[in-house]
């Protein structure tokens, strides 16, 4: 029993792709397709036993399969399991000794895994609107409600914010990933990370203003403003503490910029027509706004718990 | 240099009331709404401000000399972002339960406006004691505003305070919800004002 644990615990880490398996993909909320190079034993295919699954990070509890099916053409085996599959996770598949044509092509320990693109796209969209700064962790609320007074203010400091913040996060990642944690100084992050915010926005600002003056006339009254904004610290820390790669930066922090600026004028929208609404005296102005605000993050609260991919 | 003429008693009282951070200059609204559900998170994220504050106040009061005006503001974010790391650490080896329930907040604490604000307007031109009880004055009117905000929601929603049963049910669950601090914050500016109004 403990050299099967062991066995199967080395096996479980090494996970080789096998010659004769061509491919492995999730599909619908239970199954998993195994697509074979050559035609398999039909018998062999249907053997429940010999297909073992768990989750990667908890290889002991095994998924329970319900049924097995499997093309005329014997080359693709679909597996169904009697519960849902946590599709977010990579979940290992060992096969044993697999049976083509009467020979052995080996046992093989398979990774099965969501598709990349689609993940990446998953972290855009998670941090554009299932945890919006804004309105599901409360970051930024001081430059919010002081630029969404007007829809053009609001629209120019969104756009303005997603670029230094893309900037920001990626030049903090790298310098996160390959100086501080290299030579363990990893507890300056807050100043190092502050600084290269301000670093950031001095740049944009003096590039903005060569390259494209008429664009600086417009955009560069934000750019001191947006160093005010907390998600802008906020987002190098959470990259930092979840040790995402270059690209998953990448996308959360323009997800961070383009769930800013959806807030930003969703809100400007409301506080352009309460100027013309009759609000009690004690509530004009903050007050209100505040309430309109509730009212958002309650919408919000509808895409909580949702999955994409 | 306009060197202040209010006494330190004086001070504090405007940080508190006249000048409160939360419910009159209405920055740092991020902490009064994503972590005042209750009134423990209100006293400690309060601490952690106060400490900040008056220490940033102390450090930039005493160097103000040395400091050229044109890199007045990167050296206020410098200060601050020196004394939050050292108030994060302290808060993270001695109670490590209520700085995992603030989160990044502490961190946070660096880009909250009203420390900069403060050093800007009052620490800059005035000597270290007069800072000190800036700093206290406004420290202490955040931690009010927090724990103000604390006690509302935790009452409303839990039916008892600092996590001990009062009344035995729970009037208005509504208030615990995360969400609900925007409507808090937004009834208790109404409330202010309306006394302003009146008045």
Known sequence: MGAALVLLVVLAGCRTEHRFVKKVTFEKTNDIVITFAGPVDA??????????????????????????????????????????????RAHTLMIKDIISEGKSQGAAVL?????????????????????????????????????????????????????????????????????LKPIRLDYLQVVVFIGLVSLSVQAVDTILRKVNPALFKAFGVYLVLVIANCIILATPLILADKEYNAWESFMLSLGAGTGFLIALFLMSCVREKLELANVPPTYRGLPIAFIVAGLFALAFLGFSGMAIF | MAVTKKTNKQLVLDGLLSENPIFRLALSMCPAVGISSSVMNGILLGIAVLFVQVFSSCTISLLKDYIHPRIRIPTYTLVIATWVTVIDLVLAAYVPVAYKAMGIFVKLIVAFAIITMRLEVFACKNPVVPSFWDGVGMGTGFMFGMVTLGTVREFLGTGGLLGHDLIGTRPLLFFILPLAGFFCVGFIMAIFNSVEIVY
């Not at chain 1, 509890?61 to 693709?76: F, G, V």
């Open chain 1, 111 to 179: 990774t099965v895994k969501k598709l990349y693109l689609g993940y990446l796209f998953s972290i855009l969209i998670g941090a554009m609107l299932i945890h919006n700064f804004v309105f599901t962790k409360y970051l930024g609320l001081c430059v919010f409600f002081g630029t969404s007074q007007k829809r053009t203010t609001a629209v120019g400091m969104g756009i303005t914010f997603t670029i230094v913040i893309v900037f920001a996060s990626m030049l903090s990642w790298f310098m996160y990933q390959f100086i």
């Open chain 1, 43 to 88: 018998a062999w295919a249907k053997n429940v036993d010999n297909y073992t699954v768990f989750e990667k990070e908890d290889p002991d509890i095994l998924l329970a399969i319900k049924e097995i099916t499997l093309t005329p053409d014997r080359t693709k085996v679909t597996l169904h399991f009697k519960n849902a599959l946590n599709q977010s």
